[in-house]
């Protein structure tokens, strides 16, 4: 067991404060030099300091030591693992230590955190991803996937259900928000040159995400099995035969039949509340993780060298 305190400094000044620490440091050695202990009278004797019975001097370089008995701790080495962050080093190891921080790149460009450079669209992307999930699961409550019947549960939801005709609603804007919102991210990251490396992974994520996306759209289309639902979706699966190589059989996979009828409607029903989002929210983790393991969004270059030294030199001529 360590000593606790560095006497030798403070000896004479601290008659009180002395005694105490002592007091303290033969419990923490007859107690198999618990560091709980060490800690608790660490505090105390901080306590003690803090009510002025010493010289502020002295007051500081007990507290310095105290400090640096504090860090140097089993406990405040368990809790945190590094030093103090102020070198990169230690800056990088508290961004990966930690829960919440380690979510975001450990360095970003300046730029690239400015509202105008991203306009925040894919965050507004997750958003409605966000809302659609929770108000397609209200909606479940109320729609069966049978053509006898779901036409009239929209109608019940939409006139006799609290709240109904606002979900729905919310539901269906937030939808086509968000087919809006990826095509709009999508050209800005185009706009950016953010698909070149190293984030051309992430950019084959992004495409499969706005593929999917669409798909979710499409198939929920159909869900209301009102007439333009109806002729919309036998449009739409109109053009799968013309699928190379497929033919045929990608319309039949598709509507489940000859034409658009109740296998149509579960298959569609089971893709959009089940097979789509789950693919979403799984592309979505795996498009955070790389946008933080590719140094957060691309930002421009920084200016060449020599342009940044004028700008040091033209700014300290002003000051
Ligand atoms: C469900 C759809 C999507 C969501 C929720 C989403 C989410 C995000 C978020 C939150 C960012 C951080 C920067 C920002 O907000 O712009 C981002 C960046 C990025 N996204 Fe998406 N995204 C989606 C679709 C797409 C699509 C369709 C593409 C391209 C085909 C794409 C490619 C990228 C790339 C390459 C980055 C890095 C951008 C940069 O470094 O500037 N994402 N995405």
Redesign the pocket.
């Given at each position: 067991m360590p000593a606790i305190f560095n006497w030798e400094d403070n000896h004479n000044k601290e008659h009180k404060a002395t005694q105490y620490g002592w007091f303290c440091a033969i419990i923490c050695h007859s107690t198999m030099g618990s560091q709980w202990i060490e800690l608790f009278s660490i505090l105390i004797i901080g306590m003690i300091l803090r009510g002025g019975m010493v010289s502020s001097t002295t007051k500081k370089s007990v507290l310095d030591t105290a400090t640096q008995k504090l860090v140097e701790s089993q406990v405040w080495r368990s809790i945190f693992r590094h030093g103090y962050p102020d070198t990169p080093l230690n800056q990088s190891l508290v961004m990966m230590g930690n829960v919440f921080l380690h979510l975001h790149p450990v360095k970003v460009s300046r730029q690239?955190m400015r509202v105008t450079y991203?306009w925040?669209?894919?965050?507004i992307?997750?958003f409605l991803?966000l809302v659609l999930t929770l108000t397609g699961v209200f909606l479940m409550f109320f729609y069966v996937p049978d053509t006898g019947v779901a036409y009239q549960n929209i109608q019940q939801l939409s006139s006799a259900v609290a709240f109904g005709n606002l979900v729905r609603n919310m539901h269906r804007w937030a939808a086509h928000l968000m087919v809006v919102s990826?095509t709009l991210?999508?050209i800005?990251?185009f706009y950016?040159g953010?698909?070149k490396p190293p984030?051309e992974f992430?950019?084959v994520i992004?495409?499969c995400?706005?593929f999917f996306?669409l798909f979710l759209s499409f198939t929920g289309y159909l869900l209301p099995w009102d007439q333009i639902a109806i002729w919309a979706i036998t449009v739409g699966t109109n053009l799968a035969p013309y699928t190379p190589i497929l033919g045929d059989a990608a319309y039949k996979v598709l509507t489940g039949g000859s034409s658009v009828g109740q296998p149509t409607l579960i298959r569609f029903y089971v893709a959009h509340v089940i097979f789509f989002p789950l693919v979403?929210a799984l592309l979505?983790a795996v498009?955070?993780w790389r946008?933080r393991k590719?140094g957060?969004?691309?930002g421009p270059p920084p200016p060449p060298r020599r342009e940044q030294e004028t700008e040091v030199l033209v700014g300290s001529t002003r000051s």
């Open positions: 690239a991203t925040c669209l894919g965050g992307s997750f991803f990826v991210h999508m800005r990251v950016h953010a698909y984030r992430n950019w992004g495409v995400l706005f996306t979403l979505m498009h955070f946008i590719d957060g969004a691309a």
